[in-house]
């Protein structure tokens, strides 16, 4: 019964999410070939300096552009380029050439996740129990207080919140790091992925001590502009539970003040879910500009360094690799919702 | 009727909204008693105070709503005197209520069973987990429900089920007042029928006292002892079924009887002129007289008092007035 | 015998009183009354700074760098030498210009297809809610960064608006989709539709006049969708770096060390001023939402 129309619903939500990919691709594609100039040319003109012999730059510019197969027609070009893409090689990097660019990627990631994701759930945590006690019934008033500060900081962009953190905390108060993910002079022990399963190990040693230090500002910017989103939305939620008939039918079932909060609570948070997605998309944009501000080396440290060198192939793939994950986030959750909530069923509209 | 006890005496009851318009008294002065398994009938048109009543019953009133006299005795307990946590007690046990359940009264993220055995572990009876549970499959039993039906959620139900587990909850705690309020309403005929007279059999069982409140006048007729007809939120008329179809004493009850179809006059169907009024622009006098075609020069000035006649039917009429 | 429900004509009522319902209004609706304060107070600064500042001192080099608040500078100057005064009165507009380039080009294009969407259903209807299916999926910030990289520094206010609006009409699109399809359902439409009104018609008298409010709130968080992704290329060094902006000044005073060197008003100038109009714009936004949502406000 719960998985009736399943595969409709999975084919189409599939279909979307590779219509995104597919469409996100293909901007990629397009872009670069809408630019002014010659890539390669100006690539190796970057190598070699402007005072390189012109014969040997343009025989150079010959061999390369044969190379990425530049002369072929435009349709052969893109078809290759989507079996490329799909296959996983985005191409390489032009400043750090011949470095694949989705390494390059996947090495910064999880410097941004460590802090995207930590931020969201700390802020879902916390604003959906903000957002809960709001709606506790004889709740003193005192606490509405709390809202318009709530909303204040709902409005205001991550990358602001940084900065005015970054002065109070980190220059005014010496409490915190100002830039990085560790100390200047500090080599931090990464360990590869392939030891992922020592890490506890690591959890008390000095890198771990580092990173936490520097993590604490940009998380907390990351976060506490979510807070109000996922408290008002939360609290909305109750209002709407608490106005059900079931809720009248519990209350006249004579049930406790503490069983009706639990009951609207458990009514209220399987929609925040749904919100968890978009939050992290949010999340992620907000992040790489906090990184920025942080001068923090994950992908949003990536993607400025690679602006200001103009090295494309790396913000293109950047994009493209972001965009992948986040609809697939989003597919994913999607299809494991009407799982947890027994309220929805697969068979929509 | 007069040798069986009563069971819940309501005595001037006012029910109170606030609104951005100004107050309005959505109930307001309702007295009468029901005796112990008494099926007493509340009918009246949409927005005449009927759900409001049901509500004030359990001291459900929320803000901007608010009980502003009246009391309503069950035993020896006025319900609104009681203290907050008393009053939780009392109900489910003492008044309980059997909502329609078809809508969306079950919680859909609870298995039927919790929903069932929450009720039961917060009137504090004392029971163990295995004992509740079985207390929770014996009230879905008596509903003819299975016992596997306990371990559903409201979603896997169908309308007619959720129904029956709605009036297994509301009876699980066997009160003495029960409230139902439009129990069979988006249920087809068929399974109406079958609910009601679960209901019935149920409450025969328990000798609970119940307040029907319908529209269904039909329902009402094969159902009810007593009907009161609620307008404008006052009580018109308190009479026995048989009385109040075959001799309506308030002008407001003719018109609803005469309103029923009847097979003699098939296609034709008769309605009550005028529009029930707005409870902010109450007219003056008896809220009645506009629509009323005996309405007399006193209507429209004077409240009429709610009388009981010799047989003890209640009625507040001037026609009746001594 | 109906009873007939008074209301009292409010030509009539005395200027004043309406005057007290619309400040009762507000007391109901904080939202849009502060936002709404807040803007005028904004088009109050920028009225009275028009009158006091040179336009040229908004630019590198005009006036002495790094000099703190004082008589002369009552703002202070940045580290590359502009009057921080003059940046806050011309270039808050200058950010709101970009929002409102890229929200009302975003907004008539989504509106257009949204409605194009909901009135004439079938292949139209299926084959525009997949293109906005995709483009709410994709966060377009990332194609605007790939985009704009592209460009480089060359891109001039109008252009980051119109950029920027590629990607905001799906939001509105989806809204207006839906609104005109519950509307299309309401009583009035279908008697309209019984009257023997065309279909042009109908969109443009019966159900534009209802959708105005609802647009109006749309129109306000897209401004704000759009002066914060104008902001976030500035970060980037995306954005045009020459013209006195906010999300320049951000750009510089990161770039720069603003914080570090403890210029603290060239630090709070953009940042204060950005917040200002983060705030004021969700401020109004919902507070619009609210006036064209009656239900959310009955459930206050």
Known sequence: MKLKGFWGFFGRRFLLFILVVWSAVTINFIVPRLAPGNPIRQAIITRYGLTADQSVVNSLVIYYEGYFGLNDPLYVQYFRFLKNTFSGDLGFSITAYPRYVSDMILEKILWTLQLVLPATLIASVIGSLLGAIFAFPRIPKAINLVVPLLILFSAIPAFLAAIALIYVFAYKLDLFPLVGAYDPTFVPHIIPISQWASLPNYLHGPTFQQILKHSILPIAALAVVQLGGWALGMRGMMVTIQGEDYMTFAEAKGLTDGRMFSYTVRNALLPQITGFGLALSGALMGGILVESIFGYPGIGGLINGAIAAKDYPVIYANSLILITMLAGVTFVLDLIYPLIDPRISYSEK | MSDRNIALSVKNLVVQ????????????????????????????????????????????????????????????????????????????????????????????????????????????????????????????????????????????????????????????????????????????????????????????????????????????????????????????????????????????????????????????????????????????????HPRCPSAMDICTEKMPEQITTSEGRLVSCHLYQA | MTVQTSTVQPSTRPKRTRLRRALLYFKRNPSLGIGLFMLIALIVFTIVGLFQVDPLKGYAGAVRGSQPPSAKYIFGTDGQGRDLYTVAVLGTWVTLEIGFIAAAVGMGLGVFLGFSSAYFGGWVDNILRWVIDVFMTIPGFLILIVLAALLGGRVSTEGTGLIIALFLWAGPARVVRSQVLSLRERQFVQMAKLN??????????????????????????????????????????????????????????????????????????????????????????SGMDELANPRLRRRQ
């Open chain 2, 17 to 288: 909204y606030y609104t951005d318009d100004g107050r309005i008294n959505a109930v307001n002065g309702v007295s009468f008693d029901l005796m112990e398994g008494e099926r007493l009938g509340l009918v009246g048109e949409s927005g005449c105070g009927k759900s409001t009543m049901a509500l004030a019953l359990m001291r459900m009133i929320k803000p901007p709503g608010k009980i502003l006299s009246g009391e309503a005795w069950i035993q020896n307990f006025n319900l609104y005197e009681l203290n907050y946590e008393d009053m939780r007690m009392a109900r489910a046990h003492m008044i309980g209520m059997i909502p329609q359940g078809a809508m969306n009264s079950l919680v859909p993220v609870l298995r039927i069973k919790d929903q069932i055995m929450d009720t039961i572990q917060d009137h504090k009876l004392g029971m163990s987990k295995e004992q509740m549970l079985e207390r929770a499959c014996e009230a879905l039993e008596s509903v003819g429900l299975s016992r596997r039906v306990a371990n559903m959620y409201p979603h896997e139900l169908s309308g007619g089920m959720k129904q029956r587990v709605c009036a297994a909850i509301g009876l699980a705690m066997k009160p003495k007042v029960i409230i139902a309020d439009e129990p069979t309403s988006a249920l087809d005929v068929i399974t109406q029928r079958q609910v009601m007279e679960t209901i019935g059999k149920l409450q025969d069982q328990t000798k609970a006292s119940i307040i029907m409140i319908t529209h269904d006048m039909g329902l009402m007729a094969q159902f009810v002892d007593r009907v009161a007809v609620m307008y404008a939120g006052k009580l018109a008329e308190v009479s026995t079924v048989k009385d109040a179809f075959t001799n309506p004493l308030h002008p407001y009850t003719k018109l609803l009887i005469s309103t029923l179809p009847v097979l003699s006059r098939k296609g034709v169907f008769v309605s009550i002129p005028g529009m029930a009024p707005s409870f902010l622009e109450l007219p003056a006098g008896c809220p009645f």
């Open chain 3, 196 to 285: 023997g009104l065309n279909d042009m018609r109908i969109i443009f008298e019966e159900l534009f006049p209802n959708l105005l409010p609802f647009l109006g709130a749309q129109l306000i968080s897209a401004v704000m969708g759009a002066v914060y992704s104008s902001a976030g290329l500035s970060i980037l060094g995306l954005g045009n770096l020459r013209e006195p902006q906010l999300g320049t000044m951000l750009y510089f005073m990161t770039t720069q060390g603003a914080v570090v060197r403890g210029m603290w008003w060239w630090v709070a100038v953009p940042v204060v001023l950005l917040c200002w109009l983060f705030v004021m714009l969700y401020l109004i936004s």
